[in-house]
């Protein structure tokens, strides 16, 4: 079964986009909410382990909305991991534009 994207880069805000300023910058341990990461419910993900921020970042890019991607990613360090991260085509075509235009 294809995956369906549900965050468009177009629909985030600007000063997100343009990497302006940070809406959100989570650092530390963190949990993701159950529609982000469901297996296994309450994983705790250290966001100053490469590894782990690389698949939180899959996670919410694969499984997020809008609002998920602004909470829980940053755009400087989202540019800085996407060559190690590894995610389905739907996502790759979506995100990749956005991307290159680094």
């Known amino acids: 079964m294809a995956s369906t994207v549900r965050c468009r880069v177009a629909d985030l805000p600007r000063q997100w986009r343009d990497g302006v300023?940070?809406?959100?910058?989570?650092?530390?341990?963190?949990?993701?909410?159950?529609?982000?990461?469901w297996s296994p419910p309450g994983r705790e993900w250290d966001l100053s382990v490469a590894a782990h921020?690389?698949?939180?970042?899959?996670?919410?890019?694969?499984?997020?909305?809008?609002?998920?991607?602004?909470?829980?990613l940053d755009p400087a360090q989202l540019r800085?991991?996407?060559?190690?991260?590894?995610?389905p085509r739907s996502v790759?075509?979506?995100?990749?534009?956005?991307?290159d235009a680094a």
């Open 21 to 37: 300023g940070r809406l959100a910058n989570p650092t530390g341990v963190v949990i993701l909410p159950i529609h982000l990461d």
């Open 80 to 87: 800085a991991d996407f060559d190690d991260m590894v995610l």
């Open 92 to 99: 790759l075509e979506v995100w990749q534009p956005w991307f």
């Open 53 to 72: 921020r690389r698949r939180v970042s899959e996670l919410v890019l694969e499984n997020g909305t809008e609002r998920d991607v602004v909470e829980w």
